[in-house]
């Protein structure tokens, strides 16, 4: 069976869609691992329209790294999952209540929501992003997707696919994966992107 390491930022929805396509489509062993935006641009100069993003990242990714440090690989998948759902599929505003809320129906304690503020996690989720740049070899945003050993930056989507173009897809990353000659493809893109679940049965 295929092996996946997904590195995803939490805020990304992007990542999102591809955390759901290897989910729903893929015959694989999939394990879900953190990144950050916020530590990515770090030094750099971000436009207005994205800082609250980067905020968001730098907060979550507190919280996510807090719930890592106590319940581990599992603890994060979990959070991800339900996080998930509701901030990108329900698209329901993500408060310190909300997380609370969300960590209470994991059975994980809610107390970790306030994890937000810690600053003294940073340094715990420099090293998770610094993992994943070295994991593709050069500095990247979200998702990064090592596919038996292999870094990509991306799959990026725009979509969720229904289960049978999602499978034609996944066989078609794992050639890319295999073929030691590939190097990139790429073509532009807009966002955000859709985060609707494909319709059952389709």
């Avoid at 690989?73 to 609370?100: C, M, N, S, W």
């Amino acid at each position: 069976m295929t092996d996946i390491a997904l590195y995803v930022d939490p805020v990304c929805p992007f990542s999102w869609v591809t955390a759901r396509w290897l989910q729903t489509s893929a015959d694989a062993h999939v394990t879900l691992r953190q990144m950050s935006l916020a530590v990515l641009n770090e030094g750099q100069d971000v436009d207005d329209d994205q800082r609250p993003m980067i905020e968001r990242s730098r907060r979550l990714g507190r919280v996510f790294a807090a719930v890592t440090r106590r319940y581990g690989d599992d603890g994060f998948d979990r959070l991800y999952q339900e996080f998930g759902t509701v901030a990108h599929t329900r698209k329901e505003p993500i408060t310190d209540e909300t997380i609370a809320a969300v960590l209470t129906r994991l059975n994980l304690d809610p107390a970790l929501a306030a994890a937000a503020g810690d600053a003294g996690l940073d340094e715990f989720v420099a090293e998770k992003h610094r993992a994943a740049q070295q994991a593709l070899g050069q500095p990247s945003g979200s998702p990064i997707a090592v596919v038996d050993g292999r870094g990509f930056s991306g799959p990026v989507l725009t979509k969720i696919p229904d289960p049978r173009q999602g499978k034609q897809l996944f066989d078609a990353v794992v050639t890319l994966a295999s073929t030691p000659e590939f190097a990139a493809v790429q073509s532009p893109y807009a966002g955000p992107p859709d985060t609707t679940e494909p319709a059952a049965g389709t």
